[in-house]
């Protein structure tokens, strides 16, 4: 994949339940003193570090993210705080913060960009080529990754990651595409011919076949899961006394995880019984809020 960062003007990407999160660090019982330092692990395009710069004149943010483009529109978006922010190419799983903070926010989901540029191969819904790397250095790619799992792994990932019944015809079909005709020439090739294991009345409804299928693909390829699980082991350690974790999901296999860290984690306070989910206008203005779920957890 190209990774020319000349241009990041179509990294347009719209962060959901700010609101939710600015009013979950209210928890925090010092969070209107001066000082205060936070991280935000999945920066994006700065959506959230933007509202929370604007609102706590004396916060500090280290933001992560390891997708170059973010970062680069991160930067542009959050330039008027370039002092009180703090970019960093990271993996959150991978970082470790040298002093302890006061919260730290996550939204676990994809970003508008990676979906919405065919270039990255997230979506079937411009052909684009098998990518689906959030670092877009990683060493496997989705091209990659079905090339070499064998016909029974790549079914178990599909059901596993994908909640799709039909995993092992799917599974079994796209190694035989690729023993007969060599690989996909895209998404939408691959779409195509996920689409062609599903009965023809199931073929054309709203959600289309290959979207549990992709998402499989999508969490196998970034460990989207791995690196989930090793965050809540080690996030409660960048906290200070009474400091607040905020995360976003997505999708039932995160927000299961995130559940029963704050659950049973000794260190954290479980805040949230129920999650929080986005309010009916903010999914009249964006549809990808639909499915959020915000959790928030106090260390003790």
Not at 11 to 25: C, G, P, R, Y
Not at 45 to 64: E, F, M, P, Q
Not at 79 to 87: A, G, H, L, Q, S
Not at 199 to 213: C, L, N
């Amino acid at each position: 994949m190209q990774t020319d960062l000349s241009d990041s003007s179509f990294f347009n990407h719209k962060s959901v339940m700010t609101d939710e999160i600015l009013a979950s660090l209210e928890h925090y019982p010092l969070i209107h003193n001066n000082q205060l330092k936070g991280i935000d692990a999945t920066l994006g395009g700065g959506g959230h570090s933007y509202h929370l710069l604007r609102k706590y004149s004396d916060l500090h943010i280290i933001g992560l993210d390891q997708d170059p483009f973010a970062r680069k529109s991160a930067s542009k978006k959050l330039d008027e705080f370039k002092n009180r922010i703090d970019i960093r190419a990271a993996n959150f799983a991978d970082f470790e913060p040298k002093e302890k903070v006061s919260f730290v926010i996550a939204d676990l989901g994809v970003n508008s960009n990676q979906i919405d540029d065919p270039k990255r191969g997230f979506s079937f819904q411009k052909d684009g080529p098998l990518d689906m790397r959030m670092n877009p250095f990683l060493e496997v790619d989705a091209e990659k990754l079905i090339e070499t799992l064998q016909e029974k792994d790549l079914a178990n990932l599909i059901y596993k990651y994908g909640d799709e019944r039909l995993s092992r015809k799917i599974a079994r079909k796209i190694k035989m595409d690729l023993k007969v005709n060599g690989k996909y020439s895209g998404t939408k090739e691959l779409a195509y011919s996920i689409a062609g294991c599903f009965p023809p009345k199931q073929r054309y409804k709203k959600i289309h076949p290959a979207t549990r299928t992709f998402q499989a693909l999508r969490i196998a390829v970034n460990k989207e899961i791995e690196v989930l699980e090793k965050f809540l082991q080690i996030v409660p350690d960048w906290l200070l006394p009474g400091g607040i974790i905020s995360i976003i999901s997505f999708h039932s296999l995160e927000d299961r995880l995130v559940k029963s860290s704050f659950k049973n984690d000794q260190r954290l306070k479980n805040l949230t019984k129920k999650p929080i989910t986005p309010s009916e206008q903010e999914v009249e203005i964006n549809k990808r809020a639909r499915s959020g779920k915000l959790r928030v957890a106090q260390l003790n």
